[in-house]
């Protein structure tokens, strides 16, 4: 019998869903209470469209409860219990109905179910990018109302043409959103400059930041300056140190740690807190439960959680004071990325590559590049990801590597070599830097006058959660084709769906480096 059902990251049990407990360690009354929140959401957007009820935080309350939904992000039943509640409270106000049962949420026709599934993954996606833009104080109307027409969408019927327009129509807001990002953080950080981070950990307090929210981390920042102690990134937080206005605070020292999947065996021993502002939380271990902070809409029972005061503003001095305590490392600690590497760079934003661009157009022109792959998104604990580390060491050396998000520490400290100036490696930021990504295949095939899909540009993607799937629909709505996705392909897509996806935009499941190289490079 089924304790509850979710099918929303790759890790799913049996590639099929969840039905115990998450393998992500989500509980069964978590995992429920999570899709009671869903469809009270869901019927608060319904209210809003129907009766013209808009409330000035409904938006805010959508946005948060779809983030709060993502993967490894929250693990507290009672919280999300208590944002369904107010949920229900304001659509009641409203005058509203019940749009959709949770038991109905999953189940149903499969293809149907499968195109559903996808936009609500892309809508929590697409939150969590929104989140962090509105706490730099942007907002875009016309992301904001997609918020109610998609969710209001998700209770209604639709033709399976009209679920694939819809999704299409979301890829395209969902990239004004990114771009919304972009445009919040290096309007607040400035362009991100390359910059090579030190792995090692010096002696001395220090404190561990992880997740996406910049905002913490210069707050973070701010409130450490003097104080003596240090500031590591980790996981997705890195490429903060390409960004002027942070690296400015000389105790941001280095990057703590691999990949979000190896926290449980690198917290363990950490003499500093460490402090989660979004996903990839993964249940604590008692051995270091105590020196987990949580921030935003993470949340896991009993950890210390840091909220926002009325302005936004939060108060690190209890993690401060806490990092004081430990006193960190008695001597400097050598470290080494996965591969063994020292260092890792990062910076290789939008601005910096687009600032290059003519030497990258003439190294193309001279031959001296040949191909650009896109390697880049989620990392994850599944054995067959070492593809992706193959694939870029296979690569032939006169092809240029652009990473992005966190399943770049599989290959960020390789020495691959450089093609002139350029690193063969190239890291381009954060999973929500796709937009810069898109720009800069825009400007080159603007450079060669050609489509993008004509340009020498493979994307091969790694997925585990919805913010992948929000990135797959705004790459498919800009009619990019031939995307190489691994390591498998999502449960929530039905076998027609995959058909549609490969048969309209080419879409490829991975295969063995060996094979895809060659079948990219043209070398069958
Ligand atoms: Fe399972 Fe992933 Fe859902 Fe967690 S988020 S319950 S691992 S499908």
């Given amino acids: 019998m089924e304790n509850m059902f979710c099918f929303q990251c790759e890790q799913t049990a049996k590639g099929t869903g969840c039905t115990i407990s998450g393998v992500c360690g989500k509980t069964a009354p978590t995992a429920r209470e999570q899709d009671v929140l869903t469809c009270e959401m869901i019927s608060l957007a319904k209210t809003a469209l129907d009766k013209g009820c808009i409330m000035p935080d409904m938006i805010d309350r959508i946005v948060d409860g779809l983030f709060t939904t993502i993967t490894n992000v929250n693990f507290d039943t009672s919280k999300i219990e208590t944002l369904a509640a107010q949920t229900r409270e304001q659509w009641e106000a409203c005058g509203g109905e019940v749009a959709i049962e949770p038991e109905d949420l999953f189940h149903g026709d499969e293809n149907l179910i499968s195109l559903r599934s996808t936009l609500l993954f892309g809508l929590r996606g697409m939150a969590a990018y929104a989140h962090h833009a509105r706490v730099l104080g942007k ?78 981390l210069k707050m973070l920042l701010e409130q450490t300056d003097g104080t003596g102690v240090n500031v590591y990134t980790h996981s997705e937080m890195l490429p903060a140190h390409g960004y002027p206005e942070l690296k400015k605070h ?9 990949a979000w999947q190896n926290q449980q065996k690198e917290f363990e021993n950490l003499p500093a807190p460490v402090l989660f502002t979004t996903n990839c939380l993964m249940p604590p271990k008692p051995s270091y439960a105590d020196r987990i902070y949580t921030s935003s809409v993470v949340a896991y029972p009993e950890m210390k959680h840091i909220a926002a005061e009325a302005d936004g503003t939060k108060d690190f001095s209890l993690i401060i004071e806490h990092a004081i305590k ?10 080494t ?53 193959d694939f870029v060491k296979q690569s032939p050396k006169d092809t ?13 400290d390789l020495d691959i070599g ?22 800069v295949a825009v400007a080159l095939a603007g450079a060669f006058e050609c489509g993008v899909n004509d340009l020498p540009l493979t994307l091969v993607l790694s997925w585990y959660e919805q913010k992948a799937v929000c990135i797959l629909l705004s790459l498919l709505s800009l009619g990019i084709k031939d995307i190489y996705i691994g390591p498998s392909v999502p449960a929530f897509f039905s076998s027609a769906v995959v058909n549609v996806l490969v ?22």
């Fill in 250 to 258: 000389p105790q941001l020292k280095g990057n703590f740690g691999t």
């Fill in 139 to 216: 907002r875009d109307p016309e992301v904001d109302e997609w918020f109610i027409k998609g969710m209001a969408a998700l209770a209604e019927e639709h033709s399976v043409d009209e679920w694939l327009a819809l999704l299409m129509e979301f890829g395209g807001v969902n990239l004004k959103c990114m771009a919304l990002l972009d445009a919040a953080n290096t309007g607040a950080y400035g362009n991100p400059i390359p910059t090579e981070v030190p792995l090692k950990i010096e002696k001395g307090p220090f404190i561990v930041i992880t997740g996406h929210d910049l905002r913490d």
């Fill in 337 to 389: 990325g996965v591969n063994g590497g020292k260092t890792v760079t990062t910076g290789f934003g939008r601005q910096t590559v687009l600032d290059n661009a003519p030497a990258i157009i003439d190294a193309v022109k001279a031959g001296a590049i040949k191909h650009f792959f896109l390697v880049g998104g989620c990392d994850g604990a599944k054995l067959g990801r070492n593809y992706y580390t």
């Fill in 400 to 412: 240029v590597i652009l990473t992005l998000a966190c399943g770049k520490y599989r290959i960020n």
């Fill in 503 to 524: 048969e309209k935009f080419n879409l490829h499941p991975i295969s063995t480096p060996e094979q895809d190289l060659a079948e990219i490079l043209g070398n069958n």
């Fill in 418 to 439: 450089a093609i002139g100036p350029f690193p063969r490696i190239l890291d381009m930021g954060q999973c929500n830097d796709a937009y810069g990504a898109v720009q």
């Fill in 326 to 335: 430990l006193g960190g490392y008695a001597e400097d600690q050598e470290r």
